[in-house]
């Protein structure tokens, strides 16, 4: 199992979270919600509104999201659907944990005593460099204040 950050439509109540329960992905069990150590620019871009956390580390806010232990189906999965390495890098970040449900099973390592765990996170270094401008967000919902709705898949 590996340990996957989701700071996106991937989140509990987003548009795609339906694929994190979608046990034909692979499985995926939620193990509590965290922010990263350092800050990123998490920005709302292109014509579908889609969150974008960009790999500039020190810049924007501590983005908060959900912990997630998957397996390599779901991680083979979450390759492909983030774009994975074209649109999206996976990269192992440093997670605070705010609230942590992990039951911590064999082989399954707990938090650490501070509290910050490595995980999986999807960030892009491949942007349009007028991303850097656009508005920082330290916590993506869909149907947020910004009025930057995304378009799911099946709409566009």
Known sequence: ?????VYGTLKKGQPNYKY???????LAKFQGRGRTVE??????AGKYNIPYMLNIPGTGHHVAGEIY????QMLRFLDEFEGCPDMYQRTLKRIEVVEWEGKG???EPRATAEGVLECFVY?????PPEW??????DSYDSSGKHGLSY???ESR
């Open 69 to 72: 232990s998957v397996d390599e």
């Open 151 to 153: 378009v799911l898949r």
């Open 1 to 5: 199992m590996a340990r996957v950050f």
């Open 105 to 107: 099973g064999t082989g």
């Open 39 to 44: 800050k990123y620019p998490l920005v709302i």
């Open 132 to 137: 850097v401008g656009l508005p920082y967000h």
């Open 123 to 127: 960030s892009t270094t491949t942007y």
């Open 20 to 26: 994190m329960i979608n046990t034909a992905k692979g």
